[in-house]
């Protein structure tokens, strides 16, 4: 299989990585974008904030495969015509994708998830454990 050097894709990545905002051409010519993300730990669960402004609920989706929560979707582009003015995009649309590896002690029964004010927020509970009782023999 033959495929097409591209001397600068790595710079493009590096740059995508550092400020996050710069479109990424993939192979198939697709734009890409990584969606900042938040995560917390407190006794209740862990907390994973997705920022994704622009993007409708129905064009994200989240899977649990093997421990591994993936979360996956697309910012589509508006079609916006200017004839008299120049102007400039720097929102980055296109194809998303997150993973994350879920803890042994998740509750993935639980797992919720919900999209507000641009922000995706999902809850993964943590599995309540009881101390284990045992009975003490005398000797």
């Known amino acids: 299989m033959l495929v097409k050097f591209d001397p600068f894709k790595e710079i493009r990545e590096l740059e995508r990585r550092i400020y996050n905002t710069i479109p990424v051409q993939t192979e198939n010519a697709i734009s890409t974008f990584t969606p900042s993300v938040n995560t917390r730990e407190d006794e209740k669960g ?16 989240i899977d649990l495969n093997d421990k591994i929560l993936t979360i996956s979707g697309e910012r589509k582009f508006k079609e916006e015509v200017k004839k008299e003015h120049y102007y400039k995009i720097e929102t980055a649309f296109g194809k998303f994708e997150r993973s994350f590896t879920i803890p042994e002690d998740a509750d993935i029964e639980n797992i919720e998830a919900k999209s507000e004010n641009g922000v995706l927020e999902i809850f993964i509970p943590k599995i309540k454990k009881e101390a284990p009782k045992k009975r003490i023999e005398i000797k």
Do not use: C, T
């Open 46 to 61: 862990y907390y994973i904030e997705i920022d994704l402004p622009g993007v409708k609920k129905e064009d994200i989706n």
